[in-house]
Structures are given as structure tokens and as C-alpha cells.
């Protein structure tokens, strides 16, 4: 089974910041990859990011590059999505998700239940 429970939404001003975490159990951690999406109402999950095992290699959606780093804690099997400068625009519900091959977005399978960020102006 693979649990993975997000925590660190809330509410912030436009330009403020926030850290999501994304726990997961050390076999899902060890074994599967972990990214970050996000999803407004009456639109599509969006792909955020995602991080390699070895934490060297990530990736970006260009609406979150150079604002949004994600990484990982081996020792507490958690990943973290910090994110910057935030907008308006990124208000939504962020999730967690993982996927056993590194792949496409399309293909992360197992998802968290979510955490809302809100971002006022």
C-alpha cells in the first residue's frame, strides 16, 4: 500500500512563502519516485515537479521554476516543496504523488490527499 500524506497548505499574502511536506512510508520512499502537482476546481491536475532518488535531478513546470524547490529527507523519508515569491495564480490544492519508473507526469499512479495553499492579493 502507499500512503502518502501531505501537510504545510495555508493562507498567504502574495510574495510570502511556504513549505509543504510529503511523508511517506521508507519502502515508498526508497522505491518510488515523488513529485508534486497541483489542482484548481474545473481544471486538470497540473504537474508542479519532481525529484530523482538521488535528489540531483529535478524538474520543473516553467509557471514554478526558479520559485518552487523541491527536496528530499532520506532520514525522515519525507520530501519538501518550498515554495517563493507566491502568486495568486498558485492558489490551489497541492499533492503529493509517486510513481515506481521515472517517467511522464501521466504516469505518477498513487496520490496523497491533498493540502490547499491559498495565495491572497
Known amino acids: 500500500q502507499v500512503q502518502l500524506v501531505e501537510s504545510g497548505g495555508g493562507l498567504v499574502q502574495a510574495g510570502g512563502s511556504l513549505r509543504l511536506s510529503c511523508a511517506a512510508s521508507a519502502r515508498v520512499f526508497r522505491h518510488y519516485y515523488l513529485g508534486w502537482f497541483r489542482q484548481t476546481p474545473g481544471k486538470e491536475r497540473q504537474f508542479v515537479g519532481n525529484i530523482h532518488w538521488d535528489s540531483r535531478v529535478t524538474y520543473y513546470s516553467d509557471s514554478v521554476k526558479d520559485r518552487f524547490t523541491i527536496s528530499r529527507d532520506s532520514t525522515r523519508d519525507t520530501m519538501y516543496l518550498q515554495m517563493s515569491d507566491l502568486q495568486p495564480e498558485d492558489t490551489a490544492v497541492y499533492y503529493c504523488?509517486?510513481?515506481?519508473?521515472?517517467?511522464?507526469?501521466?504516469?505518477?499512479?498513487?496520490w496523497g490527499q491533498g493540502t490547499q495553499v491559498t495565495v491572497s492579493s
Open positions: 504523488a509517486a510513481v515506481q519508473s521515472w517517467g511522464q507526469p501521466k504516469d505518477y499512479r498513487y
